[in-house]
């Protein structure tokens, strides 16, 4: 479970990812050309992917909850019901983590809420959204709004990073751990194989073997060791 876990939360966050990229680089054209006619769908289409992406499940549970079960983590479904949230009830996430066994002995600590991920990324969403509705050509207002986005998104998307490239250290270790049981798991299987496909009359007759070699060996060196040198001289 961990492992899947893990890659859903990859999988995920590499979503918010390209999403927060693909705006950035239509924000830019935006300020260049000063012409928008694409740009608030944009900006729209955007929310929605960090909206879907930190309220994705895995079985029904909320992957990037914590410990609820029951509700979703980011709780604006659109940029207009963002627009209206005050900052503090956008995300109902805990900071409660979950901890599998991944070894014997021991314990992996993992997980990773909404807030964490997202909440430096919704100053920039509340000024594009502020400054919009966006239409064909920009206004100063408006460019100047998305100057300020720029940098808010580039903060933003530095927590993202950050977040997902810890978590795909943890993918390496549980990778590992689970490498390390399967090869553990291929060992005990030849073990028992040849037990079970072992002759135990030849098993018999090798140790039987062996044994008398053994207390032949233990006599020899017994009479090796009472010899003196006196006895050698006579």
Avoid: C, W
């Avoid at 960090?50 to 909320?62: M, Q, R, S």
């Avoid at 977040?163 to 553990?184: F, P």
């Avoid at 007759?205 to 040198?229: D, G, K, P, W």
């Amino acid at each position: 479970r961990v492992s899947t876990t893990l890659a859903l939360y990859d999988a995920n966050l590499n979503q918010i990812d390209s999403s927060i990229a693909e705006l950035r680089y239509e924000l830019m054209s935006s300020l260049g050309t000063r012409n928008s006619p694409s740009l608030q769908g944009m900006v729209e289409s955007s929310y929605y992917d960090v909206h879907a992406a930190l309220n994705a499940t895995e079985g029904g549970i909320p992957l990037f909850a914590g410990s609820q079960t029951d509700k979703m983590p980011m709780v604006p479904a659109t940029l207009a019901e963002f627009a209206a949230t005050p900052a503090d009830q956008v995300f109902v996430n805990d900071q409660v983590r979950h901890t599998s066994r991944v070894a014997e002995g021991v314990d992996m600590k993992f997980g990773i809420g909404a807030s964490d991920v997202a909440s430096n990324l919704m100053p920039a969403f509340k000024t594009l959204a502020d400054a919009g509705p966006f239409g064909e050509v920009l206004t100063d207002d408006q460019m100047d709004a998305i100057r300020v986005a720029l940098h808010q998104l580039d903060e933003g998307l530095r927590d993202v990073r950050t977040i997902n490239g810890a978590n795909g250290r943890q993918q390496v270790q549980a990778e590992t751990y689970l490498d390390r049981a399967a090869d553990r798991e291929i060992l005990l299987t030849k073990v028992i194989g040849d037990v079970e496909d072992a002759d135990l009359a030849q098993v018999a007759y090798n140790i039987s073997q062996r044994q008398t070699i053994l207390e032949a060996s233990y006599s020899v060196f017994a009479q090796l060791s009472s010899l003196s040198l006196t006895r050698y001289l006579d």
